[in-house]
Each structure stands twice: as structure tokens, then as C-alpha cells.
């Protein structure tokens, strides 16, 4: 599969790039510049036209940019990106979108601070904060489209991601011995999920819109990740024990 990547050079991106070498065709894109031995080029979500010319001969599209701290780049970045990301879609007929973003774009705070057995098919409550509510705005247009258009929106909500064998997350996350958010997968995991999602046959989807939680299985059952086990058939490898499981004092 040819594979167009929106926003690869973040933190997400090298794990996903990692998974998916060898078995797809992966043209990169971002708005700084990367080196890469894959075919890329310097890309605005924002800007319709490169996004556009970017997609063209592609057999899918994956998201990962994300702008969280300025009101007007931020839905620039993750709402307007999400109608170009369509809009390429639609130009040459490509029919699998993969949209990536926060949890809290759907659980956001009224149901994360009071609920428990969260499932990815709650209406959406995303609440008020920017990056939120602008991600969410992004997903509500692919809903759109896909109801119009022959075009297949997965979209997958991460919050917090660990690496794996140091168990270290980003900006000092939790550390060893101290509590984890319930939500929480590793690198590799994540990666794994989006190449299940590209990988997974229409015929396998109940809708054309369809959105997953992806943290690997916790004790804290607070949110529920059956779904994505059932429909994509994502197995996470990593559970993070040595993180959750406390030493008996
Ligand atoms: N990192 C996290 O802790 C975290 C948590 C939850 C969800 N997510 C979601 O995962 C996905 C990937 O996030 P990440 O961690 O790689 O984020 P990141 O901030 O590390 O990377 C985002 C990438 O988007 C690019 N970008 C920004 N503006 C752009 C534009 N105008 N045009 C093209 N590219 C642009 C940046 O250059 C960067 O390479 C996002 O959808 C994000 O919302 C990330």
C-alpha cells in the first residue's frame, strides 16, 4: 500500500515509520524538513494545495500532526488539517483516512474526573481546552465526509505513551513505582495499532467511521479497550507492570 504521512517527524512518527518500512510504500511528510531514506516532502497540514499534491497516487492517509498550544495555528493544524486530509481524500479517490489524537477529544474531563468503563463510542464530550476541542472538531469533519463520501475514517485516541524497556515516558512522565495514567501503551504498541488499522479490510468495519482507544490492558479498568482488540485485532506486547506494580514495602 502507498502510504501518505501527515506530521511524521513528531514523536509518534518514528515508531510508526519503523513498523510500517518493508511492508508499505511510505511517502513522509511534515512541516519542518526530516532526512529519511523514504520519499518526502515538506508539507502544511493547513495548506490544502500540499496536501493535495502530496496524496496523490496514495492508497491511504495517516495523520499524526498536531499543533497544542496556539488558538489560531491549532485549528489550522488539527481541524483544517483533518478537511484537507478529506478533501485529498476525495480528489483522488483515496478511501482509507487514519486520524490520530488525545483521548480527551472524546472523554474529555466530565467523563475522565467521574466515569469508569469508558468506551470509544460515548458521544464525544471533549469539554473547552484548545487541543481538545480543535482535535475534536477535526474527527467530527471525517465523520462527515465518511457519511457522504466512499471514504473509511479510523481514527485512534493515545494519551500516555512509555518506552517499553526503560519504561520512561515524555516530559518526565510517571516513573517507576508511582501510579500511571490508565491509559497508557507504549511506542511500539501505538505503532503496531495504526498498521492494524491501515491493514484491517473495509468488510471488517461495521461503519465507515470508526474510533478506537488504544492503551494496553490496565488493572484500573477505567477506560475500555475490547473494541479495539475485537475489530482491529490489536494485541498489545507491552503491559507496563514495572510501573503500575509497586514494590511491597
Ligand atoms: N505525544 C503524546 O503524548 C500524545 C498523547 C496523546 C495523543 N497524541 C496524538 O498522537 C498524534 C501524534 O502526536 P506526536 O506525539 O507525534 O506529536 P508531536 O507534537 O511530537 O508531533 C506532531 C508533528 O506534527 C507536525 N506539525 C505541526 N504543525 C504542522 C503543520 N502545520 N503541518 C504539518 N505538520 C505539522 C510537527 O512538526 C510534528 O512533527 C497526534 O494526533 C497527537 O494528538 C500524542
Excluded at 513498523?19 to 497540514?45: A, K
Aim: net charge negative; proline share 6%; hydrophobic share 35%.
Amino acid at each position: 500500500m502507498k502510504i501518505l504521512i501527515l506530521g511524521g517527524n513528531g514523536m509518534l512518527g518514528p515508531p510508526v515509520i519503523d513498523n510500517l518500512s518493508g511492508r508499505h510504500e511510505l511517502r513522509i511528510t511534515d512541516i519542518n524538513e526530516l532526512e529519511t531514506e523514504h520519499d518526502y516532502r515538506q508539507v502544511d497540514v493547513s495548506n490544502l494545495e500540499q496536501v493535495v499534491d502530496a496524496a496523490e497516487g496514495m492508497d491511504a492517509i495517516v495523520n499524526l500532526s498536531v499543533l497544542r498550544p496556539h488558538r489560531q495555528i491549532a485549528f489550522d493544524v488539527n481541524t483544517r488539517g483533518n478537511y484537507n486530509m478529506a478533501i485529498a481524500a476525495k480528489t483522488h479517490g483515496i478511501r482509507r483516512l487514519i486520524n490520530t489524537g488525545p483521548h480527551f477529544q472524546l472523554a474529555g474531563r466530565n467523563y475522565e474526573e467521574f466515569n469508569f468503563e469508558l468506551t470509544p463510542d460515548m458521544p464525544p464530550q471533549p469539554g473547552t481546552r484548545l487541543y481538545a476541542i480543535t482535535k475534536a472538531l477535526g474527527q467530527e469533519i471525517l465523520k462527515v465526509f465518511s457519511e457522504h463520501e466512499d471514504i473509511y475514517v479510523q481514527t485512534l485516541l493515545f494519551y500516555n505513551f512509555y518506552d517499553a524497556e526503560t519504561l520512561s515516558a515524555p516530559n518526565g512522565g510517571p516513573r517507576i513505582g508511582t501510579d500511571l495514567t490508565p491509559f497508557s501503551v507504549s511506542w511500539t504498541d501505538a505503532a503496531q495499532a495504526i498498521r492494524c488499522a491501515l491493514e484491517l479490510p473495509f468488510a471488517k468495519l461495521p461503519s465507515r467511521c470508526e474510533t478506537y482507544y488504544i492503551f494496553t490492558d490496565l488493572p484500573h479498568q477505567k477506560f475500555d479497550n475490547s473494541k479495539t482488540r475485537a475489530q482491529l485485532g490489536w494485541r498489545p506486547r507491552h503491559f507496563l507492570e514495572g510501573v503500575w506494580t509497586k514494590p511491597i514495602a
